[in-house]
């Protein structure tokens, strides 16, 4: 394990593990899609987890990605600035989101009404990680990887400050790295 990592949170199993089960529940609520499904990464990190749940889609999909910020360190800014638009247009798609983990909510709210100010005609989110204790906005993933306690975790796309986000699996940050 990482010396920088306290504990592990989600294992790489439990990971793969679940995106199967999501991606079958995906694809079982996108079935009668009549145009392919747009599905869009926020960079940079649903990387790892928009890999692992798109190659068991077996439905029609395109991909496109999308990269806001809003964070700088361990707490949230709010303000949500677009750093790379979309490549091709959403207007009149169903667009399914993936972002690595919500938090307050401000960032996937924001990008959320940015898909419907496009024209997209339907937009959903997906989320490997949910902290619903640091929410301040009314905004819910329509699908969770997993619920997790209010603590700073990196890996699996996740990062601090650029780094650990090739950790094969999630975890707590040790207090002793972001306190130096
Ligand atoms: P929100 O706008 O507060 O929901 O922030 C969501 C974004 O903040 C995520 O896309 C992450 O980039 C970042 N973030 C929130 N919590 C964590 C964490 O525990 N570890 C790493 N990044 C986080
Ligand atoms: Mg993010």
New binding site residues.
């Given amino acids: 394990m990482n010396k920088d990592i306290e504990k592990v949170l989600i294992s790489e199993e439990e990971i793969s593990s679940r995106c199967r089960l999501l991606a079958s529940e995906l694809e079982m609520n996108y079935k009668d899609l009549e145009e392919p499904l747009l599905i869009v990464g926020?960079l940079?990190?649903?990387v790892p987890f928009m890999a692992e749940l798109m190659k068991r889609f077996t439905i029609p999909c395109e991909i496109d990605f999308m990269k806001v910020s809003s964070?700088v360190g361990t707490k949230s800014v709010g303000d949500v600035k677009i750093n790379k638009d979309l490549d091709h247009t959403c207007d009149g798609k169903c667009v399914l989101i993936v972002?690595?983990?919500i938090d307050t909510g401000k960032?996937i709210k924001a990008v959320k009404q940015m898909f419907y100010n496009k024209g997209a005609k339907d937009v959903k989110i997906v989320a490997l990680l949910d902290k619903p204790e640091g929410r301040q906005v009314d905004i819910e993933a329509d699908y969770v990887g997993f619920t997790i306690p209010n603590e700073f975790v990196v890996g699996y796309g996740l990062d601090y400050d650029q780094k650990y986000r090739n950790l094969p699996y999630v975890g707590v940050l040790s207090p002793s790295v972001y306190t130096k």
């Fill in positions: 926020l940079k990190g649903s964070y972002e690595d983990i960032t």
